[in-house]
């Protein structure tokens, strides 16, 4: 399917690509349980879907009421590797979407390389995406700021009027807005459709809508 306004489709990938999000937010309360701060999924899913390290940590910290070492999270690596290898799937839908469309298609997400790497292969999306894999990693700042999305359209030399951005979360959409770029919200996991909701952002719940979706914004 050619876009014929759409030059660069950019997909988050926790949530948008693989469907992680429920397997960390459980991991998530272990993990802040050990530390011995209690966050509620619910809150989990409000507050951290999405967001970068440095909000997440800075959210721990204040909870515990001190600072955490440098690399903290470092430890507890293992759970999600163990938990992804055993339940990662991809995004129901996903993968018919990715065999059609045609325009340019990358990656771009506040996980690590290593991270966004595996959730790929544990998944069977590695191809799609050679050499088009940016991280909040190669950006000063992460979601809900712009950088990464900009960071991503400019390495690939697309203006970014001509990009759509594929999120499941507010601070994925937030970025895409600030970014100047058309966003679509996802709203088949966790993160409900009213947070979704804004300027510029149709928000679906099925992702085999969307080559049809991005169709209609192409024109």
Avoid at 45 to 58: D, H, K, L, N, P
Avoid at 165 to 176: K, L
Wanted: aromatic fraction near 6%; charge should be negative.
């Amino acid at each position: 399917m050619t876009l014929s306004s759409l030059d660069l489709v950019i997909f988050d990938c926790d949530g948008v690509l693989v469907d992680s999000e429920k397997i960390c937010v459980k991991v998530d309360a272990l993990i802040m349980a050990d530390l011995g701060c209690t966050f509620t999924e619910a809150e989990i899913i409000e507050r951290f879907v999405g967001s970068s390290t440095e909000v997440y940590t800075a959210a721990v910290e204040e909870r515990l009421g001190r600072r955490l070492e440098k690399d903290w999270q470092h430890r507890y690596e293992h759970l999600y590797d163990a938990a992804f290898e055993a339940e990662l799937a991809p995004v129901d839908g996903i993968a018919e979407v990715l065999n059609h469309l045609t325009t340019g298609i990358c990656v771009a997400s506040n996980g690590g390389h290593t991270g966004i790497r595996r959730s790929l292969e544990i998944t069977g999306l590695t191809h799609h995406f050679e050499n088009r894999v940016f991280s909040a990693d190669d950006v000063r700042r992460g979601k809900p700021a712009p950088d990464l999305f900009q960071h991503a359209a400019r390495s690939l030399g697309v203006r970014p009027e001509r990009c759509a951005v594929i999120e499941d979360s507010a601070y994925g959409v937030q970025a895409a807005r600030a970014a100047g770029m058309r966003a679509f919200g996802y709203c088949g996991g966790l993160t409900p459709a009213a947070r979704l909701e804004g300027p510029g952002t149709v928000v679906f719940d099925d992702m085999r809508d969307l080559p049809a979706l991005l169709a209609t914004a192409a024109h």
